[in-house]
């Protein structure tokens, strides 16, 4: 099967069971339709996402086994963080199972699927600011300004600190006993 | 010597002198001390800490020999579990079921998580501290606390509720009902639920 998408495709072969193709935005639908209709790779097991914001691009990933489950093949595209070229048409006609992923990867990154209309809250709720898993979005400045943190005991120490003092002491009290004997 | 749990309370009602010393009466100290051996927990489970339910509930552990017994629904539920970290998503169920409990109910929250977010501190839909949302009765520690652990918090409970040492977490909530519903309503925003309030008159 790889022989012969190796005719269509430049194939990168990661490793005997992972094969990878780099392909453009622009010949996405019509790769994945056919690999997805003329080859043996026919479940998506999972879309990944890289944040590139210092090359201001999303990296996807769209993982493809075959039926026998003894091959993955990755498409790799890159789409504009911002702006009108960074939407992408679905997937759901080819794999229904895109529908859940989309909708994840539509809350966490942001990135929306012409098509898909199931793009509204899924793990988080009623989430207001930027998603969450874009690398501009400061988590701990976040936190810091929605929850209140319980302050420590007033007695509460350095935890290294205090352990090195008592290897100390204990090396000390060591050191006493073997001059006693 | 009497042992605990076996004091004659029929002694104690006939002498009036004696009941009046602490802060219950001697009806109420009787009620009590029936409340405190028959434990309804409500079967719900957020996060880790819901592993460690099932050996306390079973043959290993047998909680139900002090009186802890699991139920199905809100309702009939005297006490809320809350095992482990709460996500936005799962706290609005949390406090939905919560609402729906009929007066006295107690919570017991299990976990580092729930006292100041445990390994979850920078995480951002996780709440840090539970007790901003909800009464808590007794905490548990740890990560995750053993079914022991989870035992010796029923035990303190029971001991809280006998003894009325402790302002149950209800009538806290029941009386800053307006704070714990500000620190909701910070987090959910204005989609948050309609408050469910027919138990403060004994409605429920």
Same mark, same amino acid.
């Given at each position: 099967?790889?022989?012969?998408?190796?005719?269509?495709?430049?194939?990168?072969?990661?490793?005997?069971?992972?094969? +990878?193709?780099?392909? +453009?935005?622009?010949?996405?639908?019509?790769?994945?339709?056919?690999?997805?209709?003329?080859?043996?790779?026919?479940?998506?097991?999972?879309?990944?996402?890289?944040?590139?914001?210092?090359?201001?691009?999303?990296?996807?990933?769209?993982?493809?086994?075959?039926?026998?489950? #003894?091959?993955?093949?990755?498409?790799?595209?890159?789409?504009?963080?911002?702006?009108?070229?960074?939407?992408?048409?679905?997937?759901?006609?080819?794999?229904?199972?895109?529908?859940?992923?989309?909708? #994840?990867?539509?809350?966490?990154?942001?990135?929306?699927?012409?098509?898909?209309?199931?793009?509204?809250?899924?793990?988080?709720?009623?989430?207001?600011?930027?998603?969450?898993?874009?690398?501009?979005?400061?988590?701990?400045?976040?936190?810091?300004?929605?929850?209140?943190?319980?302050?420590?005991?007033?007695?509460?120490?350095?935890?290294?600190?205090?352990?090195?003092?008592?290897?100390?002491?204990?090396?000390?009290? +060591?050191?006493?006993?073997?001059?006693? +004997? | 010597?009497?042992?605990?749990?076996?004091?004659?309370?029929?002694?104690?009602?006939?002498?009036?002198?004696?009941?009046?010393?602490?802060?219950?009466?001697?009806?109420?100290?009787?009620?009590?001390?029936?409340?405190?051996?028959?434990?309804?927990?409500?079967?719900?489970?957020?996060?880790?800490?819901?592993?460690?339910?099932?050996?306390?509930?079973?043959?290993?552990?047998?909680?139900?020999?002090?009186?802890?017994?699991?139920?199905?629904?809100?309702?009939?539920?005297?006490?809320?579990?809350?095992?482990?970290?709460?996500?936005?998503?799962?706290?609005?169920?949390?406090?939905?079921?919560?609402?729906?409990?009929?007066?006295?109910?107690?919570?017991?929250?299990?976990?580092?998580?729930?006292?100041?977010?445990?390994?979850?501190?920078?995480?951002?839909?996780?709440?840090?501290?539970?007790?901003?949302?909800?009464?808590?009765?007794?905490?548990?520690?740890?990560?995750?606390?053993?079914?022991?652990?989870?035992?010796?918090?029923?035990?303190?409970?029971?001991?809280?509720?006998?003894?009325?040492?402790?302002?149950?977490?209800?009538?806290?909530?029941?009386?800053?009902?307006?704070?714990?519903?500000?620190?909701?309503?910070?987090?959910?925003?204005?989609?948050?639920?309609?408050?469910?309030?027919?138990?403060?008159?004994?409605?429920?």
């Amino acid at each position: 099967m790889i022989k012969i998408l190796k005719q269509h495709y430049e194939i990168e072969e990661k490793s005997r069971r992972l094969f +990878k193709i780099h392909i +453009k935005k622009e010949e996405f639908l019509k790769t994945l339709n056919f690999i997805g209709l003329n080859s043996n790779f026919i479940t998506l097991s999972q879309i990944t996402c890289t944040d590139w914001i210092e090359d201001e691009v999303f990296t996807l990933n769209y993982i493809l086994t075959t039926e026998q489950r #003894d091959k993955n093949l990755m498409i790799a595209l890159s789409i504009p963080r911002e702006g009108k070229e960074s939407k992408l048409p679905t997937l759901l006609y080819l794999f229904p199972q895109a529908e859940v992923m989309e909708r #994840d990867l539509h809350e966490m990154y942001g990135i929306e699927f012409i098509g898909n209309k199931t793009l509204f809250d899924f793990a988080l709720e009623n989430w207001n600011t930027t998603p969450p898993l874009r690398r501009e979005f400061d988590t701990l400045a976040y936190v810091n300004e929605q929850f209140d943190f319980r302050k420590g005991r007033e007695d509460n120490r350095d935890v290294k600190v205090e352990t090195k003092r008592r290897r100390a002491e204990a090396k000390k009290l +060591k050191a006493k006993k073997e001059v006693k +004997k | 010597m009497q042992e605990e749990g076996f004091i004659d309370y029929q002694k104690v009602l006939n002498n009036e002198e004696h009941a009046i010393k602490g802060t219950q009466s001697a009806i109420q100290k009787a009620v009590d001390w029936f409340r405190s051996k028959s434990m309804f927990v409500l079967a719900y489970g957020t996060g880790c800490g819901a592993i460690e339910m099932p050996p306390t509930f079973t043959s290993r552990y047998d909680i139900e020999r002090i009186g802890v017994v699991g139920v199905a629904t809100p309702r009939q539920a005297d006490i809320l579990i809350v095992s482990g970290y709460c996500s936005y998503k799962t706290l609005k169920r949390v406090i939905r079921s919560y609402e729906q409990m009929n007066e006295p109910k107690y919570i017991i929250a299990l976990g580092s998580c729930t006292i100041n977010g445990g390994m979850y501190w920078d995480s951002y839909n996780t709440i840090k501290r539970l007790e901003d949302y909800l009464p808590v009765d007794i905490y548990v520690n740890g990560c995750m606390p053993r079914p022991e652990a989870l035992i010796e918090g029923f035990v303190k409970l029971q001991k809280n509720i006998r003894e009325a040492s402790k302002e149950a977490g209800y009538i806290k909530y029941r009386e800053n009902n307006k704070f714990y519903k500000e620190n909701q309503k910070k987090i959910f925003g204005e989609n948050i639920e309609p408050s469910y309030e027919a138990d403060f008159n004994g409605m429920g």
